[in-house]
């Protein structure tokens, strides 16, 4: 998220239409976009499908390893829950992300997950720890 901030603070930074992409008149009616290339939008796809890829196939698995043999299916159904209230909050927030306030939305992103993995770690850390000994 910090990487797509500043791409996006970049794409609000190139002309023709600075802050408003496509909506200018110098974009001949949105046909002439920001002039940055596509190719620095890579990162922020490829880094999101591996860290979809490595976060969810561990966790179902660590979750399905480390439940009792009888809540497996339950473990499973709170993981989803999880993921789809992810998704609904997602979907509430779609209408505050327009232009120009991209930048902000990219930057309180980052911050709330870097709050959330700072809490996760504090919370959840000592369970890590107590495995680690226990190997």
């Known amino acids: 998220m910090v990487y797509t901030a500043i791409l996006q603070k970049l794409v609000y930074s190139t002309g023709p239409c600075y802050n408003h992409p496509l909506t200018c008149p110098e974009s001949d009616h949105g046909q002439i976009p920001n002039q940055i290339s596509m190719f620095l939008q890579t990162p922020i796809y490829v880094l999101s499908a591996i860290a979809e890829i490595f976060c969810f196939t561990t966790g179902t698995e660590y ?73």
């Open 63 to 135: 979750a399905y390893n480390q439940a009792p043999k009888k809540m497996k299916s339950m473990v499973q159904s709170v993981g989803m829950t999880t993921a789809g209230v992810g998704a609904c909050l997602a979907m509430a927030f779609t209408p505050i992300t327009k232009d120009p306030h991209l930048v902000i939305m990219y930057s309180s992103l980052a911050g709330v997950m870097a709050v959330t993995t700072v809490l996760f770690g504090a919370f959840f850390g000592k369970h890590n720890r107590e495995k680690t000994l226990l190997l």
